[in-house]
């Protein structure tokens, strides 16, 4: 039992010096990272947007690179979603009071959500003499990417003739285009890898257009170009995967 504990303790040791050599060499230097982020924010919509949706919330995920040099290429998903439609899509099947019938006569629960997700790829800077450590700080981002969104329409209890199936299609507003994104806030890298964390104001502009092109609730061709505009606050949790840049020689 003590060789087997002799064993235990130096396996111990030897982690604790690797994970001690890590933490010293990204307290000390500036190190290239893969870090794999999952963020969620809050959202206002601007522009042609704000017409459509009120204000939303959004999750979503990233792959990032960070050189030696503090550059930072990174990809990102999110999907953002909300219940404040503005755009009454239905309009043309209430009647005087306001609600829709069913197929039966009857009230019906027909519910409108949005629903969108968008796609970038990023350029970007950590300036590190603003944090805490050389892989650490203040830190900006470009990019280019894909939005699109839309007016989901649930009907809980499927009795809608004119939302069954694929006739959503023509209430649904399905929107998307290319655009741009910029995202301006704070890294943290710690040293134990215990709290790896980022936040910050995120914007998105979109120049899209409907990818319907027409609706049936107004019975015209929907072909207008529209910008539409998300900007938010952004906190993620960031997973760091690198490895031991220091040696340690022994005599």
């Known amino acids: ?58 999750a979503g995920a990233s792959f990032s690179w960070k050189t030696k040099h503090n550059i930072l290429i990174s990809a990102e998903g999110s999907y953002f979603f909300g219940r404040n439609v503005k755009e009454d899509v239905v309009a043309n099947m209430r009647n005087s009071d306001g609600n829709i019938t069913d197929n039966e006569g009857y009230p019906a629960d027909l519910r409108l959500t949005e629903r969108g997700w968008n796609i970038y790829a990023n350029l970007g800077y950590v300036i590190s003499k603003l944090g805490h450590n050389p892989n650490s700080g203040v830190f900006i981002t470009l990019g280019g990417g894909w939005t699109q969104h839309k007016i989901k329409l649930y009907d809980a209890n499927q009795k809608i003739a004119a939302v069954d199936g694929d006739l959503k299609k023509g209430y649904d507003r399905l929107s998307g285009g ?74």
């Open 1 to 58: 039992m003590p060789v087997m504990k002799q064993k235990i303790c130096l396996i111990c040791l030897c982690v604790f010096v690797q994970f001690s050599v890590v933490a010293q060499s990204v307290k000390d230097s500036c190190v290239r990272i893969l870090m794999v982020g999952f963020h969620f924010s809050g959202q206002l919509p601007k522009y042609d947007l704000e017409k459509r949706f009120g204000p939303n919330l959004n």
């Open 178 to 251: 290319f655009g741009l994104s910029q995202f301006i806030g704070y890294q943290y890298i710690s040293n134990n890898r215990l709290a790896n964390f980022y936040f910050g104001f995120e914007f998105f502009e979109a120049q899209t257009k409907s990818l319907r092109g027409f609706n049936y609730d107004t019975g015209l061709i929907d072909d207008q170009p529209r910008f539409d505009m998300l900007m938010g606050f952004r906190f993620g949790w960031i997973l760091p995967l690198y490895k031991r840049t220091k040696d340690f020689y022994y005599n």
